[in-house]
Structures are given as structure tokens and as C-alpha cells.
């Protein structure tokens, strides 16, 4: 199974910010890489596909880059909303594997 | 409007069974695979299962292969999951999601764009 792994665990911001968060794949995935947003209690919501694709309706102040094992969702100009927990996921082979996920905190 | 709707959860012995069912709306159900994933209290989201448009390939993490069976009813636009010999660490809330596609540079790019918002399962004696 390929193992995808996120850093940091948790980071704490301040309105206005730019935080990047990392995933790493144990094995090349090219750009078979998904990033979810995740608020206490909530669905996860889709935010960008092919490892840079944004969704549709998704702001873009997010954006998405890297490819093969290493990845990279950041945020500029943190909001409010933009608090939640963020996770990868890889789809390039079954099972399909999420990172433990990263908890964006207000600083 | 695009929705999934689970329902079936509650609470459950050790060692039975219990099945979740995923109600669609506002698409064309049999057009897409669909996955079921779970999180466990305080935990990350955990794949579990996908099943094609046609419900003839199926693939499980192996935490649950020979215990649970995803399928489906496109006449009914609803997707299951057949849960048995339940353990305490199955405990969690699940999730039905839609498999979509992207279509880059002649790469296919899969991801999850709808989701429900899930049914808790809680496994105790």
C-alpha cells in the first residue's frame, strides 16, 4: 500500500498568512493527489485534484503543486474559514490512502 | 441538487452486523464508482471501499476485506455496505462518496467530489 505522509501534524496562523503544508507518498504517484478540507463535524470537501487542478468555487487564495512523492497545498491570505483540518490523498492505486491529516489553528 | 444521504448507523455488540445504505439524488447514480470511507472518533479519514458504476469490481482496504461488501442498486440509487462480524475499532462515522474524474493532458485524475455527511457507527458491548 503506498503510504502518504503529511507535515506538519498541526500549524497555527494568523489571518493574513501564507501556511504550506507538505505530503510526501512512500512510492511515485505522478499527479494522482487530491487535497480535502475538513471543519469539526463536516464532510470533508474537496479542494483540488490532480495535484494542482482547483475545484470549481474552491477560492484562490489555494493552490496545489508537486508531483511524483512530494506535494503541496498552500494557503495565502488565511481567512477565517480557511481554520479546518487538510488532508491529502492519493489515487493512484487501490487502496486509496489519506495523510493523517494537518489542523490549521488560529494563532 | 447533487446529494448523498446515509442512514443505518447506531450502535452495535461486538461480532454482529449492521448494513449502511447511501441514498443519491440529483445525478445519474449508475454513471459513477463510489467509495465508502470512514473516521474513527478524533482520527484521520480512512479509505474502505470502492465499487465500479456497474457494480462489477470491487476493491477493499484490507482492514475490512472478508468482513465487509460494498454494492449497489442503480434502480434504486443506492449504495450499501454490508458490515459483519463488527469489531470496536470499526467504530466511526461513514461516509459515501462519489468518484469523479479529470481529464488532464491525456491523464485520467481521479478524486472524491460528493460526499454525505455520514453515519456514526459505534461498536460496544
Known amino acids: 500500500d503506498i503510504q502518504m505522509t503529511q507535515s506538519p501534524s498541526s500549524v497555527s496562523a494568523s489571518v493574513g498568512d501564507r501556511v504550506t503544508i507538505s505530503c510526501r507518498a512512500s512510492?511515485?504517484?505522478?499527479?494522482?493527489l487530491a487535497w480535502y478540507q475538513q471543519k469539526p463535524g463536516k464532510a470533508p470537501k474537496l479542494l483540488i485534484s490532480?495535484?494542482?487542478s482547483l475545484q470549481s468555487g474552491v477560492p484562490s487564495r489555494f493552490s496545489g503543486s508537486g508531483s511524483g512523492t512530494e506535494f503541496t497545498l498552500t494557503i495565502s491570505n488565511l481567512q477565517p474559514e480557511d481554520f479546518a483540518t487538510y488532508y491529502c490523498?492519493?489515487?493512484?492505486?487501490?487502496?486509496?490512502?489519506f495523510g493523517q491529516g494537518t489542523k490549521l489553528e488560529i494563532k | 441538487q447533487v446529494q448523498l444521504v446515509e442512514s443505518g448507523g447506531g450502535v452495535v455488540q461486538p461480532e454482529r452486523s449492521l448494513r449502511l445504505s447511501c441514498v443519491a439524488s440529483?445525478?445519474?447514480?449508475?454513471?459513477?464508482?463510489m467509495y465508502w470511507v470512514r473516521q474513527a472518533p478524533g482520527r484521520g479519514l480512512e479509505w474502505e471501499a470502492v465499487?465500479?458504476?456497474?457494480?462489477?469490481?470491487?476493491f477493499y482496504a484490507d482492514s475490512v476485506k472478508g468482513r465487509f461488501t460494498i454494492s449497489r442498486d442503480n434502480s434504486k440509487n443506492t449504495l450499501y455496505l454490508q458490515m459483519n462480524s463488527l469489531r470496536t475499532e470499526d467504530t466511526a462515522v461513514y461516509y459515501c462518496?462519489?468518484?469523479?474524474?479529470?481529464?488532464?493532458?491525456?491523464?485520467?485524475?481521479?478524486?472524491?467530489?460528493?460526499w454525505g455527511r455520514g453515519t456514526t457507527v459505534i461498536v460496544s458491548s
Open positions: 462518496a462519489r468518484d469523479n474524474k479529470e481529464v488532464l493532458g491525456g491523464g485520467k485524475y481521479y478524486y472524491m467530489d460528493v
Open positions: 440529483g445525478f445519474t447514480f449508475n454513471n459513477y464508482p
Open positions: 465499487i465500479s458504476n456497474d457494480g462489477s469490481q470491487k
Open positions: 512510492q511515485g504517484i505522478s499527479s494522482w
Open positions: 490532480a495535484a494542482s
Open positions: 490523498q492519493q489515487a493512484h492505486s487501490f487502496p486509496y490512502t
